[in-house]
């Protein structure tokens, strides 16, 4: 078993719907939740950052985290077609020296117009 | 905004040829690391490292080596490339070893052919 579990879809999607992402974990001792998004032939870029529980909120995207459940989730609001990409989590331990990071495997998203 | 940078976007090399792949980072970020991402097997990380002259294996190293004489360059090398090496190769760069839990900040990847 994976560490970090992640649908790789493809999740096709009207334009204007509601998107949710989501991946599991685990390793309880994650602490730092992050989402990158990966477009077609590119290198993945930073979308959001978590520390521990709760809902953080930029814009369309808000991200989530439930540590009792061991599940995180990436929402996007008002889905345009420029958000087709494969979206990656990635999660790290707190004391984390070196920064290293535990990567999903991606989901694809494809938000038709 | 961090700037990480490969030399190349696409490289076509021969088996056995010996092949590097060069990475800048321009935030004089201390730690540095080399991923390969391969369909239904996403990001393995191949080597890293903490400062100059300092490296650390990843989860697939073998087949690899590298170098860093300068804080702000990462190369990767493939002593003798096979064609199980054709994949898309990313680096990328965080802040500082002693801060942990930065966020990793990537450059585009190379997407190399090995023939």
């Known amino acids: 078993q994976k560490e970090v579990e992640q649908d790789p879809g493809p999740l096709s999607v009207p334009e204007g719907a509601i998107v949710s992402l989501n991946c599991t974990y685990s390793?309880?001792?994650?602490?730092?939740f992050m989402w990158y998004r990966q477009y077609s032939r590119k290198g993945p870029e930073l979308l959001m950052y978590t520390y521990s529980s709760g809902n953080k909120e930029d814009g369309r995207f808000t991200a989530q985290v439930d540590k009792s459940s061991k599940y995180i989730s990436l929402f996007i609001r008002d889905s345009q077609p420029s958000d087709s990409a494969t979206y990656l989590c990635a999660m790290s331990e707190h004391n984390n020296a070196g920064n290293m990071l535990t990567f999903g495997g991606g989901t694809r998203l494809m938000v038709k117009p | 905004d961090v700037k990480v940078t490969q030399s190349s976007r696409y490289l076509v090399k021969r088996t056995g040829e010996k092949v590097f792949l060069e990475c800048v980072q321009d935030?004089?970020?201390?730690?540095m690391f080399w991923y390969r991402q391969d369909p239904g097997l996403g990001l393995r990380l191949i080597y890293f490292s903490y400062d100059v002259k300092m490296k650390e294996k990843g989860d697939i190293p073998e087949g690899y080596s590298v170098s860093r004489e300068k804080k702000e360059r990462f190369s990767l090398i493939l002593e003798s490339a096979s064609t199980n090496q054709t994949s898309m190769y990313l680096c990328a760069s965080s802040l500082h070893r002693d801060r942990s839990n930065q966020p990793q900040h990537f450059g585009d990847g190379t997407r190399l052919s090995i023939l």
């Open positions: 935030m004089d970020h201390e730690n």
């Open positions: 390793n309880s001792a994650f602490q730092y």
